[in-house]
């Protein structure tokens, strides 16, 4: 496949290594040569099947709406814009593109989500729960779209809304608590990614996945139908 890579940063340079890997074609644009997503024009984005955003959170709305007007399909892994997913979605429908999006692409993260859905049963009984998320100090967005995602699967599963504490500290790759307490015992889920390699991989798969699909997608609702 041909991809372009949108981001030269740690996580949008690895998905470009993990794509020559897997034997794709990769052109990679950083924001200084595609400032407003000015560089993702329908003649520029010609023969590409896929792209990629792993950008920032001022960059990847301008980044989004460029690619939905020339018709390209798009997995965004940047976090922190999705107070527009309804407008979003919505766009994605009128482009009858491709588009998918994630929290985060690992595979042992939907793990992690899987695995907080039955803990946080204990909401229901005498259990104080709260979330804790730390990543590296250049990360842009408070709480992580991670730890929001986790947020919402707790709610939904036990009816209560949990306190999220952020840190920013050194070269933390991203690290994931859900802690629940009671007088009688603790209940401790953590995800700790080692490098961003995950993350990397996920959305490369992601991307394979994506190219022969229209449609508005979640990455937490098809991640097991990748291969």
Not at 6 to 16: D, E, H, I, V, Y
Not at 142 to 148: D, F, I, M, N, V
């Amino acid at each position: 496949m041909r991809l372009l890579i949108l981001g030269r940063g740690k996580t949008g340079s690895l998905a470009a290594q993990v794509a020559r890997e897997r034997h794709h074609h990769i052109e990679v644009l950083g924001g200084a040569e595609n400032a407003n997503g000015s560089a993702l024009t329908p003649a520029r984005l010609q023969g590409i099947e896929v792209v990629i955003d792993f950008t920032t959170p001022s960059a990847v709305l301008s980044n989004i709406e460029a690619c939905l007007a020339a018709g390209a399909n798009l997995v965004v892994g940047t976090t922190g814009w999705y107070e527009k997913l309804p407008n979003i979605e919505a766009s994605v429908e009128q482009a009858g593109t491709g588009f998918l999006y994630g929290a985060n692409f690992s595979i042992g993260v939907q793990l992690f989500y899987d695995a907080a859905r039955t803990v946080a049963e204990a909401g229901k009984y005498e259990y104080m729960g709260q979330i804790f998320e730390r990543h590296h100090q250049q990360k842009k967005d408070a709480p992580s779209g991670t730890a929001l995602m986790l947020q919402k699967i707790v709610e939904k599963s036990c009816g209560r809304e949990l306190e999220i504490t952020s840190f920013r500290e050194g070269e933390v790759v991203g690290l994931h608590e859900l802690v629940f307490n009671s007088p009688n015992d603790r209940i401790y889920l953590c995800h700790d990614a080692k490098s961003r390699r995950g993350f990397a991989e996920g959305a490369v798969r992601a991307a394979e996945w994506l190219s022969s699909r229209k449609g508005f997608f979640d990455f937490s609702r098809v991640w097991r139908e990748l291969v």
